[in-house]
């Protein structure tokens, strides 16, 4: 059969560009005025319809990988979609849709172009793969006299994305476009297929348990769960079965990532099911043929699972958290999970963050572990790990943790009660249906305080009150003795840090290129970055150990006393390092005077200075800093005239640090004070005078 390249005669439209690159509208007729001219021009239209200009799909789609544009990684691929879809015969979308799911199912089982067949032997193998029409051969005989066209497309799509699996995730990404309510209202976001497949994966522990999803039409967390799977296992898959199309979908998805698939139990999972093998229960609610389903629907269905559970079965279940955890208003659903809770088999239980469900981003979501109860537990000592992570992302590290609390959460009590969990808290059962209500770790449990002292909370306020009375009255008492004259000003242009620099009056030196995970706080050598010169940090708080310094950084160079410390990015600011003996760190850079006294040069007065002006900072809306550091003007005075000015400006500064040593006292009595009134255990005397006596 002729191959047949549907796609370079593909027109678009601007808008059609946009989605293809996954870019907003306006970008697409930015790169076309940007790259009108030049060796690489934005393609011409190919036809005007009305004002609606047209381009060739494959001249748009070169030309946005020459200049690596867009965000998108499956450019070609969707491509072919595109044109598939917008093929121009009289076939529907959700005809071409299952067709060409089906052809690259076929491509997957077979191994072969599909384009070396004609029409009848596309139809001979279909029928061979699927004879009794479960899965694919009615939606490849859809295709009718266009069957052949589609499977050259389905071909191009394969080749496009390297492998018909890599395609047909392309397709089912389209489903969101195409407004695919069967297939979108229930489609879980990447984070919340990841960590149901990892915890999953660590929970099997044997190579011949089956992947069982009692959903007659999902597929989303077998197919996440493959990726996690070793590559080249062959992994068996039970799901439940219908006659609908979103349900064929899934089975074809399911065959395209290799899976192996066993029926259903007889009847299906609707009612009393049995399944004498080892099995590992994944599903999700609400699943694509259950959106509409109640609390109470969907405690019902996980208790039928629960019911059927032996010693080799587990199961994790991922839905809504007004059903797994919050407190329940219905008394049928509260009655099923409290049997749930009863039976020993709730093993954990994680409240997650919201938008986990793109089509409700505000519905909270949650995980259930089941596993086979242990008749040697008693029922007094049966327990339930508890876990909120509705405020925590989930990233590598969260799914970590909590792949370690189900873990531990599996073993026996003993083992329970010496596991140091991440997220969870271990809560009794007898408690949890005592107390009845939501199933969230209670509060006391996570966070353990120790009773408060009201006897040292009234001693620390009689410190910290004649700790802020002698910084007081020094502020108050101390005499500033500032002498100044006044003149006319020279109007003498001040030199740049750059004619300084190559004067050698002034040096910048580079800052330590130093991994932040070396950086701790506590003793060692202080160090000055960005977040300390633009005020974020206080210099002093990060430290890096001076052994570690000395051997990773061994080129490592310390500031010397008076060394104005800057950076330019993220924000401009500077700051004297009166001390020395500091590590900068980069992209902070040291600027030193090289010789103060006879220079004219004082570091606390150039720092003030370049702040008022705002040298280094960025404007509004630009991509880049302000003036380079060897634009900025650095002001000098007469060399006799620096050692008053010194003398003043270190007055000046203990000033400072002395109100700011009161600041931190009032804070602290402030939070002392509060604190100690809060908990009942401190009264303030009508005097308002201070009595650490006990009341």
Request: hydrophobic letters at 40%.
């Amino acid at each position: 059969m002729r191959d047949i390249d549907r796609t370079s005669s593909l027109l678009l439209t601007k808008p059609d560009i946009a989605a293809l690159a996954k870019v907003q509208r306006p970008v697409v007729s930015m790169w076309a005025k940007r790259y009108r001219d030049g060796d690489r021009p934005f393609p011409k239209p190919v036809s005007t319809d009305g004002r609606q200009e047209k381009f060739s799909g494959t001249e748009v789609v070169d030309w946005i990988r020459s200049r690596n544009l867009g965000n998108s990684d499956t450019l070609a691929e969707d491509l072919a979609l595109h044109a598939a879809l917008d093929h121009g015969s009289a076939l529907s979308r959700d005809v071409v849709f299952n067709g060409i799911s089906a052809l690259l199912c076929m491509k997957a089982m077979l191994g072969e172009s599909l384009a070396d067949l004609d029409a009848p032997d596309l139809l001979d193998e279909a029928d061979e793969l699927d004879p009794d029409d479960e899965f694919l051969y009615g939606e490849i005989e859809s295709l009718g006299g266009e069957l052949g066209v589609f499977a050259s497309f389905a071909d191009q799509m394969a080749d496009a994305a390297y492998t018909p699996a890599q395609a047909f995730e392309t397709i089912m990404a389209q489903r969101f476009r195409l407004q695919r309510a069967d297939l979108v209202d229930s489609a879980l976001a990447a984070p919340a297929l990841e960590l149901c497949a990892r915890v999953c994966a660590a929970l099997t522990a044997d190579d011949r348990a089956v992947f069982v999803d009692p959903s007659v039409a999902g597929s989303d967390l077998l197919v996440a769960l493959r990726s996690v799977l070793p590559e080249y296992g062959e992994p068996m898959a039970m799901t439940g079965e219908a006659p609908t199309a979103a349900s064929r979908l899934a089975r074809r998805r399911l065959a395209v990532h290799h899976w192996r698939r066993r029926r259903a139990p007889e009847g299906g999972f609707g009612g009393g099911f049995v399944l004498d093998e080892p099995a590992m229960f994944l599903t999700q609610y609400p699943s694509p043929c259950g959106v509409g389903m109640t609390d109470a629907q969907i405690l019902a269905d996980i208790d039928n699972i629960a019911l059927q559970m032996g010693p080799e079965h587990r199961a994790v279940i991922i839905g809504p958290a007004s059903a797994l955890v919050d407190e329940l208003g219905d008394r049928q659903a509260d009655a099923i999970r409290s049997g749930l809770v009863r039976s020993d088999r709730l093993r954990a239980v994680f409240r997650l963050p919201e938008g986990l469900l793109p089509a409700r981003p505000g519905l909270s979501m949650a995980l259930w572990v089941l596993g086979a109860a242990d008749p040697a537990v008693k029922p007094a000592d049966r327990w339930t790990v508890l876990a909120d992570l509705s405020a925590v992302e989930l990233d590598d590290g969260a799914v970590v943790g909590v792949i370690a609390d189900v873990t531990a959460s599996m073993g026996t009590w003993k083992s329970v009660l010496t596991s140091a969990f991440r997220h969870g808290v271990v809560d009794k059962t007898a408690k949890l249906l005592a107390t009845g209500g939501a199933l969230t770790p209670p509060q006391t449990k996570r966070v353990r305080r120790p009773r408060f002292d009201g006897a040292a909370a009234a001693g620390r306020i009689v410190e910290l009150v004649d700790a802020t009375n002698l910084r007081a009255g020094g502020l108050l008492d101390g005499n500033l003795n500032l002498r100044v004259e006044y003149g006319e000003a020279g109007g003498l242009r001040m030199p740049t840090a750059g004619q300084l620099a190559e004067s050698r009056d002034l040096k910048v030196l580079p800052g330590n290129r130093i991994d932040e995970s070396d950086l701790e706080t506590g003793e060692g050598v202080r160090v000055i970055g960005a977040e300390e010169v633009l005020g974020g940090r206080r210099v002093g708080e990060r430290v890096i150990d001076r052994l570690t310094l000395t051997t990773r950084y061994p080129s490592g160079r310390y500031t010397e006393p008076g060394d104005l410390v800057f950076c330019t990015s993220p924000g401009f600011g500077v700051v004297v390092d009166v001390e020395g003996s500091s590590v900068v760190v980069s992209p902070a850079r040291i600027m030193r005077i090289a010789d103060p006294a006879s220079s004219g040069m004082v570091p606390e007065l150039i720092a003030r200075h370049l702040l008022a002006k705002g040298v280094g900072a960025r404007p509004s809306g630009a991509i880049r800093s302000g003036h380079a550091w060897k634009g900025w003007e650095i002001p000098r005075i007469p060399p006799d005239r620096v050692p008053a000015v010194t003398e003043a400006l270190h007055d000046l500064r203990e000033r400072r640090r002395a109100a700011t040593e009161l600041l931190d006292n009032l804070d602290q009595l402030t939070t002392t004070l509060i604190d100690g009134v809060a908990h009942g255990a401190l009264t303030v005397a009508g005097d308002t005078e201070t009595h650490p006596e006990r009341g």
